[in-house]
């Protein structure tokens, strides 16, 4: 795979800069903690069917800890192998990249060995690091393999990144994208910021992370000024773990904030939105069980059997099952359950 944006296949550039959704993949394990291809297979095939533009792995959905016991490469490698066989229509291959300088430059060659188109570089292990070296770090990666930024919310261990960090950052050039996912508005706007004052608003696109104001960041434009005229930026798309779940409605919320019209219903169906991600994501037990819940959708779907960690103690948050109850029950028009058992037996197929 080709080391710099230009040269993806146009079909890819242009999908990124149209925006689609993209489901940060958890990570299927069985009962014993070992990687599971069979359900892993079915996960890729599921997102594949539910109109996914693109497809995230290795990343914090994933579990980071995929690095420790030696399935960074074995779990990308199955996800390439499956969306060659697989995908139908164009998908974006976005590998997880993390670490510091040479650990993220070998993740790096093995995600552009394996054919991914770009990495989302997570900083979330450079805590007290000046900005100078960050920026030589990013410049570093984003010369092996097109580069995504990654602001990820300091509850799960992201780091606090200034306005002048997201403008030297643009400045990159192989940076083709940044997912915002801080859950801050102030940091969100901090993005935006430094992107615009980088000139790069042409280049770079803006993915939502915000599983926590998903509708209102696909809705709303950012007008900010730069030497006395205003630039309009607006979020393109999501790269988020919620939509690893319920895709197919994902797609179908996406779709309907792109044709709009922005009215009362819509902006009801943003709060609903994050209702389902406050249960999914153990907002109450502040995240502690955000990737079994995702798991605990997929496991009551049938696509996982269970809601197993490769850490042993992470698990569902106390009263997290019952929450994920109330949103079935709240707002049973925003899950893919029926889409999901028409297809799961054909998904679990070898």
Not at 169 to 190: C, G, H, M, W
Not at 204 to 230: A, C
Not at 279 to 289: E, I
Request: aromatic share 8%; with cysteine; glycine share 8%.
């Amino acid at each position: 795979m080709t080391r710099h944006w230009t040269d993806w296949p146009e079909e890819i550039i242009n999908q990124l800069r149209a925006g689609c959704v993209i489901p940060a993949s958890p990570l299927a394990l069985t009962r014993s903690r070992e990687f599971d291809a069979i359900r892993q297979r079915a996960l890729v095939r599921y997102y594949c069917d539910a109109g996914a533009g693109g497809l995230a792995i290795g990343v914090h959905t994933t579990q980071f800890e995929i690095r420790d016991v030696g399935l960074y490469r074995p779990v990308l490698e199955t996800v390439a192998l499956e969306l060659d066989n697989w995908q139908q229509a164009p998908i974006i291959r976005i590998a997880g990249i993390v670490g510091r300088t040479d650990q993220a430059r070998a993740e790096a060659e093995i995600a552009r060995e394996l054919g991914f188109h770009a990495g989302l570089l997570s900083l979330a292990g450079f805590q007290g690091v000046s900005e100078d070296e960050l920026i030589e770090h990013c410049r570093a990666i984003a010369a092996e393999i097109p580069v995504i930024g990654f602001y990820l919310q300091p509850a799960v261990g992201g780091i606090p990144l200034a306005v002048s960090f997201w403008r030297r950052f643009s400045q990159i050039e192989n940076v083709a994208a940044i997912k915002i996912a801080p859950f801050n508005r102030y940091q969100t706007l901090d993005v935006v910021r430094g992107v615009v004052l980088a000139g790069a608003e042409d280049r770079i696109t803006l993915y939502t992370g915000n599983d926590d104001n998903i509708v209102m960041d696909l809705v709303s434009p950012f007008r900010l000024s730069r030497d006395d005229k205003i630039v309009e930026m607006r979020i393109a798309g999501g790269l988020l773990g919620h939509w690893s779940v319920w895709t197919k409605s994902a797609v179908d919320i996406f779709n309907r904030c792109r044709s709009g019209p922005l009215n009362e219903d819509l902006l009801a169906l943003a709060g609903q939105v994050t209702d389902c991600n406050a249960a999914f994501f153990d907002v109450a037990n502040n995240f502690k069980g955000c990737i079994p819940g995702i798991h605990e959708i997929l496991r009551r779907q049938g696509i996982f059997e269970g809601v197993w960690c490769l850490d042993a103690d992470e698990a569902l948050g106390p009263g997290q099952a019952g929450e994920i109850d109330r949103v079935y029950r709240s707002y049973p028009s925003l899950n893919d359950d029926a889409f999901v058992t028409d297809n799961l037996d054909r998904w679990l197929s070898s």
